[in-house]
């Protein structure tokens, strides 16, 4: 699915199908600047409950553009977690502190591995396309790589 009308088709299947809307103002709009690096993204304004999902049109480092539309926006879903757990962190931890770094970094890490997880079981049950898209795993090394010169134990 590369085609922008059937991207625009799938983003307003997938809007109503995870019941972000009539709730939400949710639009799609596409980054033509090619030094962009992600692949989607969003802009948020939660007091007016209006959002833009963003697509990579130039360089998308996904292969399966549905797949990043489910992601993003399972992570507007969940955005008042997102939020309130930030919130949290911030109030009780100093930032740049051991515990803030724990709870900061963990809590995000976590949520965007949650998000994919989510995202991958809607696409799978209800997606066009059930391929997903290996093109971060692509770019990372190898594991013969990442021991390339170091020192044999022996």
């Known amino acids: 699915m590369t085609d922008r009308a059937e991207i625009q088709k799938a983003f307003e299947?997938?809007?109503?199908?995870?019941?972000l809307v009539p709730d939400w103002d949710i639009r799609l709009e596409w980054v033509e600047d090619p030094s962009w690096?992600?692949?989607?993204?969003?802009?948020?304004?939660?007091?007016?409950?209006?959002?833009i999902l963003l697509l990579?049109?130039?360089?998308?480092?996904?292969?399966?553009?549905?797949?990043?539309?489910?992601?993003?926006?399972?992570?507007?879903?969940?955005?008042?977690?997102?939020?309130?757990?930030?919130?949290l962190i911030k109030s009780n931890f100093?930032?740049?502190?051991?515990g803030y770094n724990l709870a900061y970094y963990g809590f995000f890490g976590t949520l965007e591995q949650t998000v994919e997880e989510l995202a991958k079981c809607f696409l799978l049950e209800?997606?066009?396309?059930?391929?997903l898209?290996?093109?971060?795993?692509?770019?990372?090394k190898s594991f013969t790589e990442l021991y390339d010169g170091l020192n044999d134990i022996e």
Request: charged share 40%; aromatic share 6%; net charge negative.
């Open 13 to 19: 299947k997938w809007v109503r199908k995870l019941r």
């Open 37 to 51: 690096r992600k692949t989607g993204d969003f802009k948020v304004d939660c007091d007016d409950k209006k959002a």
């Open 56 to 87: 990579n049109g130039v360089d998308p480092k996904e292969e399966n553009l549905e797949e990043v539309l489910v992601h993003e926006l399972m992570h507007l879903k969940l955005y008042p977690l997102d939020q309130v757990t930030e919130a």
């Open 94 to 98: 100093e930032e740049g502190t051991p």
């Open 126 to 131: 209800f997606g066009e396309n059930k391929d």
């Open 133 to 140: 898209s290996f093109g971060r795993c692509r770019r990372q």
